[in-house]
C-alpha cells in the first residue's frame, strides 16, 4: 500500500516533530505540531482511499482465484481491518466468515471471527461497511443495529437454535456448532463492531446474552488511523533513536582521528550533510564567537555563499552529543538564531572589516566578504543545526530586514537530518503550493503516463515562478542547471527587456521551462495542479532566475506567463531519469556535455576497478579495497541487509578510512593538476572543472582509465589524507584553513618535483604498495605546507578572507614562487617514468614540467589568450618574442604548441599574472 505509507509517514512525521512547518523554519506558533483539523480530514479522506482501493484489489484477487464465484467486499474489509487489529493486540487470529439471515423474522449477521485454541476467549466480528470516498459520521442507530443483529448469532449459536436451522456445509457452521458446544467455557466473549466510518465518541452498551454480558467495541476508521499512526511513530522514533547513536558514534570518530572537539566535527559533518541535501552548494567552517561593543554576542560557524540564486547562509551549530534525545526548547533557538543575526549585522555595516584582517581570522574574512557582495547578496538564510530534537512549532517572529536583505531562519535538528538520510534524493521533501498567496493551482494539461512516467503541459505566472524561486532558490535548480547558472552567470538581459518592455508577450518569445517532480495533486474538476512534491527545474533556470531579479527590481509580473513541462517521475528512479532529461532538454541551450558528468561512464569503471583491484595486506591482515562510491549513500546501502558478522567482514575489507566519492576524486584530479584555487573553490564547482578535464580525456583514450590509473588515484588519496594529518600536527597551525593549505601543499610538491626533478616523478607505485608515504616525503611536505600558510595568510594579501583569497590564480601564482625547495632524500626517491609502460597517448601520466604546462595550457578558453595578449601589449609588459610566443597560444585550438612553446606561453601567463592581470576561469 504504497500510497497508505506515503499518506502515513507525512502524518507521523507532523507528530513527531511535534509542532514544525514542514520546511522547518522558525515561523508562526498559530501553525502547530499537531496537525489542525483540516490537515487531519485531509490524511483521514487519504487513509480512507487507501484502505477502499485494497478492498478493490482483494476482491479482484478473490474473483480470480474463485473462478467468478460472487465475493463480498465486507469480507475483504474484516480482513484489513482485522488484521490491524491483530496487530495492536486488540484480537487475535482473526477469520473473515459471513452470516447474513432472517431467524423468527429478525436479522442476524455476522462477518468474522476469533477463536482461541483453548476454546475461553471468543470475539464475534460485523461490520458496517460503507464504502464512500468522504469521512462521515457513524448514526448512533447504525452500531447498536450493528451490534444486536451480531448478538443475536451469538445467542441463537450458544441456545443450539442455530446449528439445528443452518446447513453442515455453510462456511459459518463450524463455528456455530462449537459455541453451542463450548459456550460454558467461554470466559472472555466480546463483540466488535467495524465500520470505514467516524464513530467518534460512541458507546454501544453491553449485550445481554443468554444471561451473560457481552461487551461490544466499536473499531472505526479513526480509530485505525490513529494506531497506525502511533505505530508508524514508534517505529519512525526506534529507526530516529538508531540513526542518532551512529550518527554521534561517527562524529566522536572522526574527532578522534582529526584531533578535532566533537562540536567542531558535528560542524563538518552538518555542512557536508547540507551539502549532500542541495541545501548549501558548498559549505566553509568559520568558527567566530565574540562579543561587540553595540550589538554584543554573536557567533557563526560556517558559510556557504550561492552563485545561482545570490543567497548568503550562515550557519550556528548546537551539539549536545548526550545519549538520550534531549529536546531544543524554542527560547534557546531564538537566543541562537540572534547570536547569528547579531554577527551579520555587524558585518553587514563594517563593523567586523573595518580594520582589515591582518591575522586571517576566518569570521572577519567572511564579514569583509559580506561587504564587498552586500549589493549582490539577495537574501539571508540563518541555519540552526542541532542533534536534538526541535520541540517547537516555532515562534512568532516579524519578518526581518538586515540593510535591505531579507532573513529566514531555518531549523535543521535531528529529524530533519534523518529524513534527509532515508530518503531516496537524499534531500529534505521540497513541498510547493501553488495555492499560496492569492493563487487557486496553475492550469494543467494531463499529457499521458506510464509506469514510469505522468506528464502535464502547464502555463504559471511569472510572479508565481519568481516568488517560489525566492522561497526556495537554487535548490529548486536541477544540479547541473544550477552548476550551469553559478558558473556563466544567471541574469538574461533578453529577457529582462522583454520584462520590462513587452511583458504580455512573454509567453510568445521565452521557450518556457522544463521540470520534474516525485509526485502532483491535481485537481480534475478545475484541470489544476495543486501541488507537488521535489520540484527541480531542469530547463529554463536562466528564465527562472531572471524572473526572480526582475522582481526583486520592482518590474510588475502579472502579465509575464511561462509555460512549463512538468515530468512526474518515481521517486527511487529520480536519480536516474531527471539528468538524462536535464540532458535532452537542454540540448538547444550552452549547457556542457561535461555538466552532466555525475552520470558518466568513468565513474562505473571506477565502481568495478574498486572491487576488483585489492590493496596490500600488511602484518597478517587480509587484502583489503578501496570503496568507490558512484551514488550517495552505496557504501551504507551496502551494508543495510547484512547480517551482523557480514557487516563486520564488510568492513574489514572495506574499511569507511577507504571510501573514495566522486568530489574527493575530482579534488585529488585537481591538485595533482595544479588546480589548488579550483580545488578552493568548493567540491561542486571544482567537479565541474574536473568534468570538463575528464570528459575530453575519456573521449580521446578511455582504455587509459585502468587498474594502474586506479592504484595512481588511490596513491594520490593517501598522500593528501597524511598531509591533512601532517598540516594539523604543525605548531603553526591554528585549526583553520587546512583544506585550503592541503591542497596547495600538494599541488606545489607535485609542481615543483614536475618543474625540477629532469623528467622524474613521485613514485606514486611505491605509495601503493606500501600505502603509506616515505618519512622524507613528509618532512618535505611540512616544508611546504609552511610556506603555504604564508602565503595564504599574507598581511598584504589582496583579499582579507583568506578562504576567498585561495580562489585566486594569483595566489596560486605566489605559492608557486615561495615554494620550498626539494630535498635531497626526495630527489633520490623520484622514479624515471621511461622505464615504466603507461599507456600511449593517455594524457592521465604527466612525464614532465613541459607536459604539465602543456596541459595547462590547452585548458585555457582560446579567447582568453587573445585577451591577455592585448592586456600586455596596453601595459608594455611585452616584448616582441613574447608577443609572438602568445600569438601562437591564440591560434589553439586550431594549432596546438608544442611542449616547449607551452613552457614558454606559461611562464609569460605566469609573469603577466603577477603584475596583476585578471584571474582567468580554466575550463
Known amino acids: 500500500m504504497g500510497q497508505e505509507k506515503r499518506v502515513l509517514g507525512h502524518h507521523a512525521r507532523s507528530r513527531l516533530v511535534r509542532t514544525r512547518h514542514e520546511d522547518s523554519r522558525v515561523d508562526d506558533p498559530a501553525e502547530g505540531s499537531l496537525m489542525n483539523n483540516a490537515e487531519t480530514s485531509l490524511l483521514l479522506k487519504d487513509f480512507l482511499a487507501v484502505v477502499h482501493v485494497e478492498v478493490r484489489e482483494r476482491l479482484d484477487l478473490q474473483n480470480i482465484a474463485s473462478a467468478g464465484a460472487t465475493q463480498f467486499d465486507e469480507l475483504a474489509f474484516v480482513e484489513i481491518f482485522a488484521g490491524y487489529m491483530a496487530e495492536r493486540g486488540i484480537t487475535f487470529a482473526p477469520q473473515p466468515c459471513r452470516f447474513v439471515a432472517t431467524v423468527d423474522g429478525q436479522p442476524v449477521r455476522l462477518s468474522g471471527f476469533a477463536l482461541s485454541d483453548e476454546l475461553d476467549r471468543l470475539d464475534l466480528l460485523v461490520t458496517v461497511y460503507a464504502g464512500e470516498t468522504e469521512p462521515r459520521t457513524m448514526p448512533e442507530e447504525m452500531a447498536h443495529e450493528a451490534a444486536e443483529h451480531c448478538g443475536r448469532f451469538l445467542a441463537l449459536s450458544a441456545s443450539g437454535t442455530l446449528g439445528e436451522r443452518v446447513d453442515r456445509s455453510h462456511d459459518a457452521f463450524p463455528l456455530i456448532s462449537t459455541i453451542a458446544a463450548a459456550w460454558s467455557e467461554m470466559q472472555h466473549v466480546r463483540i466488535h463492531v467495524l465500520t470505514d466510518l467516524?464513530?467518534?465518541?460512541?458507546?454501544?452498551?453491553?449485550?445481554?446474552?443468554?444471561?451473560?454480558?457481552?461487551?461490544?467495541?466499536?473499531?472505526?476508521?479513526?480509530?485505525?488511523?490513529?494506531?497506525?499512526?502511533?505505530?508508524?511513530?514508534?517505529?519512525?522514533?526506534?529507526?530516529?533513536n538508531s540513526f542518532r547513536d551512529d550518527w554521534i558514534a561517527s562524529i566522536s570518530e572522526a574527532a578522534t582521528d582529526e584531533g578535532e572537539i566533537e562540536?567542531?566535527?558535528?560542524?563538518?559533518?552538518?555542512?557536508?550533510?547540507l551539502v549532500d541535501a542541495e541545501e548549501f552548494s558548498d559549505f566553509q567552517r568559520c568558527g567566530f564567537v565574540r562579543s561587540v561593543p553595540g550589538y554584543g554576542a554573536m557567533q557563526v560557524d560556517g558559510y556557504a555563499f550561492d552563485d545561482a540564486d545570490g543567497s548568503l547562509a550562515l550557519l550556528i551549530a548546537d551539539f549536545c552529543g548526550a545519549p538520550d534525545m534531549p529536546p531544543i526548547a524554542a527560547e534557546k533557538a531564538r537566543r541562537l538564531f540572534d547570536l547569528a543575526e547579531r554577527y551579520a549585522a555587524a558585518a553587514l555595516a563594517g563593523e567586523l572589516s573595518?580594520?582589515?584582517?591582518?591575522?586571517?581570522?576566518?569570521?572577519?574574512?567572511?564579514?569583509?566578504?559580506?561587504?564587498?557582495?552586500?549589493?549582490?547578496i539577495s537574501r539571508l538564510r540563518l541555519y540552526l543545526v542541532t542533534d536534538r530534537l526541535a520541540d517547537f512549532a516555532g515562534y512568532a517572529i516579524d519578518s526581518r530586514v538586515l540593510a535591505g536583505i531579507p532573513v529566514e531562519r531555518h531549523v535543521w535538528d535531528v529529524t530533519r537530518f534523518h529524513r534527509a538520510w532515508v530518503s531516496d534524493s537524499g534531500r529534505d521533501d521540497l513541498e510547493v503550493d501553488f495555492r499560496n498567496g492569492s493563487g487557486n493551482g496553475i492550469a494543467a494539461l494531463h499529457a499521458g503516463s506510464s509506469d514510469e512516467y505522468e506528464g502535464y503541459l502547464c502555463t504559471v505566472s511569472g510572479a508565481m515562478l519568481a516568488s517560489i524561486y525566492e522561497r526556495h532558490g537554487s535548490r529548486l535548480l536541477e544540479g547541473n542547471v544550477r552548476s550551469f547558472l553559478s558558473t556563466k552567470g544567471k541574469i538574461n538581459s533578453g529577457i529582462q527587456q522583454t520584462i520590462a518592455e513587452r511583458p504580455a508577450m512573454f509567453f510568445a518569445y521565452n521557450n518556457g521551462v522544463a521540470a520534474t517532480a516525485e509526485s502532483v495533486e491535481f485537481d480534475e474538476e478545475s484541470s489544476r495542479i495543486i501541488r507537488v512534491v521535489n520540484l527541480q527545474i531542469v530547463n529554463g533556470g536562466q528564465t527562472t532566475a531572471s524572473l526572480a531579479a526582475a522582481s526583486r527590481q520592482g518590474h510588475d509580473l502579472s502579465k509575464v506567463w511561462v509555460q512549463m513541462k512538468l515530468s512526474v517521475l518515481p521517486s527511487a528512479r529520480t536519480a536516474e531519469l531527471i539528468p538524462l532529461i536535464a540532458r535532452f532538454a537542454n540540448s538547444q541551450n550552452k549547457v556542457?556535455?561535461?555538466?552532466?558528468?555525475?552520470?558518466?561512464?568513468?565513474?562505473?569503471?571506477?565502481?568495478?576497478?574498486?572491487?576488483?583491484?585489492?590493496?596490500?595486506?600488511?602484518?597478517?591482515?587480509?587484502?583489503?579495497?578501496?570503496?568507490?562510491?558512484?551514488?550517495?549513500?552505496?557504501?551504507?546501502?551496502?551494508?543495510?541487509?547484512?547480517?551482523?558478522?557480514a557487516g563486520k567482514e564488510f568492513l574489514l575489507r572495506n574499511p569507511k578510512s577507504q571510501l573514495l566519492t566522486k568530489l574527493d576524486v575530482a579534488k585529488l584530479e585537481n591538485t595533482w593538476k595544479g588546480l589548488p584555487h579550483q580545488v578552493s573553490k568548493g567540491a561542486q564547482k571544482n567537479f565541474v572543472i574536473f568534468a570538463g578535464w575528464l570528459a575530453k580525456r575519456w573521449t580521446e583514450n578511455d582504455s587509459a582509465f585502468d587498474e594502474q590509473y586506479f592504484r595512481d588515484l588511490v596513491a594520490m588519496a593517501i598522500m593528501f589524507r597524511q598531509t591533512e594529518l601532517i598540516v594539523k600536527a604543525?605548531?603553526?597551525?591554528?585549526?583553520?584553513?587546512?583544506?585550503?593549505?592541503?591542497?596547495?601543499?600538494?599541488?606545489?610538491?607535485?609542481?615543483?618535483?614536475?618543474?625540477?626533478?629532469?623528467?622524474?616523478q613521485l613514485d606514486l607505485g611505491e605509495i601503493w604498495e606500501h600505502q603509506r608515504i616515505s618519512q622524507p616525503l613528509c618532512d618535505q611536505i611540512a616544508k611546504c605546507a609552511r610556506a603555504v600558510f604564508g602565503v595564504l595568510t599574507d598581511p598584504h594579501r589582496p583579499r582579507a578572507n583568506v578562504t576567498e583569497w585561495a580562489k585566486q590564480e594569483a595566489c596560486w601564482e605566489r605559492v608557486r614562487d615561495a615554494a620550498a625547495p626539494l630535498s635531497q632524500e626526495v630527489v633520490d626517491g623520484l622514479f624515471d617514468p621511461v622505464s615504466r609502460k603507461y599507456a600511449s597517448g593517455a594524457g592521465v601520466q604527466q612525464v614532465g614540467y613541459g607536459v604539465f604546462a602543456r596541459t595547462a595550457v590547452l585548458g585555457i578558453r582560446p579567447g582568453q589568450w587573445q585577451a591577455m595578449l592585448d592586456w600586455g601589449t596596453a601595459q608594455g609588459l611585452l616584448d616582441a618574442?613574447?608577443?609572438?610566443?602568445?600569438?601562437?597560444?591564440?591560434?589553439?585550438?586550431?594549432?596546438?604548441?608544442?611542449?616547449k612553446e607551452c613552457e614558454q606561453i606559461w611562464s609569460i601567463r605566469s609573469r603577466l599574472v603577477r603584475e596583476g592581470f585578471a584571474e582567468i576561469q580554466l575550463g
Open 198 to 240: 467516524c464513530a467518534g465518541a460512541l458507546h454501544v452498551p453491553e449485550l445481554a446474552v443468554l444471561g451473560r454480558s457481552v461487551p461490544v467495541e466499536v473499531f472505526d476508521i479513526e480509530r485505525v488511523f490513529d494506531q497506525r499512526q502511533d505505530a508508524e511513530l514508534q517505529h519512525q522514533f526506534r529507526a530516529l
Open 730 to 760: 604543525q605548531p603553526w597551525f591554528e585549526g583553520a584553513y587546512r583544506a585550503n593549505i592541503v591542497t596547495y601543499t600538494l599541488a606545489v610538491l607535485q609542481f615543483s618535483v614536475l618543474k625540477n626533478g629532469k623528467g622524474r
Open 354 to 376: 573595518r580594520d582589515g584582517n591582518p591575522s586571517g581570522d576566518p569570521g572577519i574574512g567572511l564579514a569583509a566578504d559580506i561587504v564587498r557582495q552586500q549589493t549582490g
Open 881 to 899: 618574442r613574447e608577443v609572438r610566443v602568445l600569438r601562437t597560444a591564440c591560434r589553439i585550438p586550431k594549432f596546438v604548441p608544442s611542449v
Open 592 to 645: 556542457n556535455e561535461s555538466d552532466f558528468f555525475a552520470n558518466h561512464q568513468y565513474h562505473l569503471r571506477l565502481e568495478q576497478l574498486s572491487k576488483q583491484v585489492l590493496a596490500p595486506a600488511f602484518a597478517g591482515g587480509v587484502p583489503t579495497r578501496w570503496y568507490y562510491e558512484r551514488s550517495r549513500g552505496q557504501y551504507v546501502n551496502d551494508q543495510k541487509n547484512l547480517s551482523r558478522e
Open 263 to 273: 562540536a567542531t566535527a558535528f560542524v563538518d559533518d552538518t555542512g557536508r550533510r
